[in-house]
Nanobody
Framework: QVQLVESGGGLVQAGGSLRLSCASSGRTFSSYAMGWFRQALGKEREFVAAASWSGGSTLYADSVKGRFTISRDNAKNTLYLQMTSLRSEDTAVYYC???????????????????WGQGTQVTVSS
């Protein structure tokens, strides 16, 4: 059974930084592309970032480009999202997502992913 467990969320002031982690178990983590999504209260879940199986190819939403960095440590079965220059509009529940593909082609869609974590809350105070 595939499990994705996020951690690292919390309350941070605008301009601050946080690093989210997603621990994966139940399958060969290093074979599959992974992504991060977020969902603010009352809004739809939206794509944040994705990384290919090796981490060599990445995609970012325009809203986070230059501020967030997705990375992965395949030896630790862990996906990361380094978030800097945080803004109030980054406040949301952040979800880790696991695909059944190796590349990031098409990785911006919710339906592209097969597995989801439970989410971790990120709150940015202004």
């Amino acid at each position: 059974q595939v499990q994705l467990v996020e951690s690292g969320g919390g309350l941070v002031q605008a301009g601050g930084s946080l690093r989210l982690s997603c621990a994966s178990s139940g399958r060969t983590f290093s074979s599959y592309a992974m992504g991060w999504f977020r969902q603010a209260l009352g809004k739809e879940r939206e794509f944040v970032a994705a990384a290919s199986w090796s981490g060599g190819s990445t995609l970012y939403a325009d809203s986070v480009k230059g501020r967030f960095t997705i990375s992965r440590d395949n030896a630790k079965n862990t996906l990361y999202l380094q978030m800097t220059s945080l803004r109030s509009e980054d406040t949301a529940v952040y979800y880790c997502a696991g695909s059944s593909r190796s590349s990031v082609l098409g990785a911006t869609g919710v339906n592209w992913y097969a597995y989801w974590g439970q989410g971790t809350q990120v709150t940015v105070s202004s």
